[in-house]
């Protein structure tokens, strides 16, 4: 299996959201997320990675998108997350959003998270920003869709140098997989200085 990683801005990003869209809607199948996808509302919601700041890390087996990362500044995303930062003394201006990280499971294990990392990180520096941040769906720990052998990422983002931010949380609604309507989940996020 040869992987390889490109940065996709402008024009190239575009063209690449639909297999974003398949792939957000396939992996985030899975527990934390449990997301029932359609592919309507994540046309209108990748809209978001068209802005000049936005860029996406794809990995290609061969011609085969099998991940992604997407990540564009905070500012971008200010009606969604501006109430959540709004006591934080970091200036909207100065962080960078990595939004979604979605690999097959055939491909984790083999750095692309590292890799995926690197791009946006590098990207937000070329933009001049000073921090970097995500968020995490909070499921509980006796969640009955939680698998036996899950492993959560916290280790992985704190080796990166992210800890939480105690209390900036984000409240989301989406449909889970076998719910009929969407629910509200709250969302942790993760920061750290670049």
């Given at each position: 299996?040869?992987?390889?990683?490109?940065?996709?801005?402008?024009?190239?990003?575009?063209?690449?959201?639909?297999?974003?869209?398949?792939?957000?809607?396939?992996?985030?199948?899975?527990?934390?997320?449990?997301?029932?996808?359609?592919?309507?509302?994540?046309?209108?919601?990748?809209?978001?990675?068209?802005?000049?700041?936005?860029?996406?890390?794809?990995?290609?087996?061969?011609?085969?998108?099998?991940?992604?990362?997407?990540?564009?500044?905070?500012?971008?995303?200010?009606?969604?997350?501006?109430?959540a930062f709004a006591d934080r003394p970091e200036p909207m201006s100065?962080?960078?959003?990595?939004?979604e990280s979605v690999l097959l499971r055939d491909y984790r294990g083999?750095?692309?998270?590292?890799?995926?990392?690197?791009?946006?990180?590098?990207?937000?520096?070329?933009?001049?920003?000073?921090?970097?941040?995500?968020?995490?769906?909070?499921?509980?720990?006796?969640?009955?869709?939680?698998?036996?052998?899950?492993r959560p990422l916290d280790d992985f983002w704190r080796k990166r140098?992210?800890?939480?931010?105690?209390?900036?949380?984000?409240?989301?609604?989406?449909?889970?997989?076998?719910?009929?309507?969407?629910?509200?989940?709250?969302?942790?996020?993760?920061?750290?200085?670049?």
């Open positions: 299996m040869t992987v390889t990683t490109r940065v996709l801005t402008g024009e190239a990003l575009a063209a690449a959201l639909e297999d974003v869209a398949r792939l957000r809607i396939r992996v985030f199948r899975d527990f934390p997320y449990l997301y029932d996808g359609d592919a309507d509302y994540e046309r209108d919601y990748l809209r978001a990675y068209q802005s000049p700041g936005a860029v996406v890390a794809v990995a290609m087996d061969g011609e085969k998108v099998v991940g992604a990362a997407t990540g564009a500044p905070m500012a971008d995303h200010a009606a969604d997350f501006g109430a100065q962080i960078f959003y990595c939004a083999l750095g692309i998270g590292h890799a995926f990392f690197d791009a946006r990180e590098a990207h937000a520096r070329k933009l001049g920003l000073a921090f970097s941040a995500f968020c995490s769906v909070i499921r509980p720990a006796d969640h009955p869709a939680r698998p036996g052998n899950y140098g992210y800890e939480p931010l105690p209390g900036v949380t984000a409240r989301f609604s989406w449909k889970d997989l076998r719910e009929a309507t969407d629910t509200e989940k709250t969302l942790q996020f993760w920061m750290r200085r670049l």
